[in-house]
């Protein structure tokens, strides 16, 4: 009897988490032998100088009545600054 040459592959195995295990080739590639000390994940956790950068600026809050919160605010986006620039440029020619 001629062969079709299909492969009869084997059920895949799976942990109680779900993830599959005794996995040896992907996509009928060799899978590279990770030991434990090599390994680092792909993406995520610190990185030096990941993160905002300082700035030399406090945060604060404030409560205002909302007439006077939108009237701040108009006035920032007329002279095309933020909020926090208007203010404090006013504040300090006080």
Same mark, same amino acid.
């Not at 590279?32 to 300082?54: E, F, I, M, T, V």
């Given at each position: 009897?001629?062969?079709?040459?299909? =492969?009869?592959?084997?059920? &895949?195995?799976?942990?109680?988490?779900?993830?599959?295990?005794?996995?040896?080739?992907?996509?009928?590639?060799?899978? &590279?032998?990770?030991?434990?000390?090599?390994?680092?994940?792909?993406?995520?956790?610190?990185? &030096?100088?990941?993160?905002?950068?300082?700035?030399?600026?406090?945060?604060?809050?404030?409560?205002?009545? &909302?007439?006077?919160? =939108?009237?701040?605010?108009?006035?920032?986006?007329?002279?095309?600054? $933020?909020? $926090?620039?208007?203010?404090? =440029?006013?504040?300090?020619?006080?």
């Amino acid at each position: 009897m001629k062969t079709t040459g299909k =492969r009869i592959h084997a059920k &895949p195995a799976f942990d109680a988490d779900g993830y599959q295990t005794g996995m040896n080739t992907l996509n009928n590639e060799a899978l &590279p032998a990770l030991d434990g000390a090599s390994w680092r994940p792909l993406h995520g956790g610190a990185r &030096p100088g990941a993160g905002r950068k300082p700035s030399k600026r406090e945060p604060i809050t404030l409560r205002l009545r &909302p007439v006077v919160a =939108r009237k701040l605010r108009a006035a920032a986006k007329r002279e095309k600054v $933020s909020t $926090s620039d208007f203010a404090e =440029r006013w504040l300090v020619d006080v």
